[in-house]
């Protein structure tokens, strides 16, 4: 089975930074892309930045230029900078990873981490 497991969340100012941290555990998996979804109260879970194996990243228009998202292979983990936070940025974030284990292709999916932007 393939774990992620999300951290760094917490209350920040607007204007402040975060950074979020998620790392898959486990044995005998592949990772394809990693990315990171938000999703507030009464709305549907949204894409906000993923990362491909060779490094190419994708963003929502909301968080370009303030967002940057990274990979380190070596460790599993995926990790979102967030810049110039705006209370809009308040959500839980999840991040998922695109894996191949035991014979299957899957999506798996952290617990989320809450964000929350606010003077």
């Known amino acids: 089975q393939v774990q992620l497991v999300e951290s760094g969340g917490g209350l920040v100012q607007p204007g402040g930074s975060l950074r979020l941290s998620c790392a898959a555990s486990g044995s005998g998996f592949n990772i394809y892309a990693m990315g990171w979804y938000r999703q507030v109260p009464g709305k549907p879970r949204e894409p906000v930045a993923a990362i491909a194996n060779d490094g190419t990243t994708n963003y929502a228009d909301s968080v370009k230029g303030r967002f940057t998202i990274s990979r380190d292979n070596a460790k599993n983990t995926v990790y979102l900078q967030m810049h110039s936070l705006k209370p809009e940025d308040t959500a839980v974030y999840y991040c998922?990873?695109?894996?191949?284990?035991?014979?299957?292709?899957?999506?798996?999916w952290g617990q989320g981490t809450q964000v929350t932007v606010s003077s």
């Open positions: 998922n990873a695109d894996c191949y284990y035991s014979g299957l292709r899957s999506i798996y």
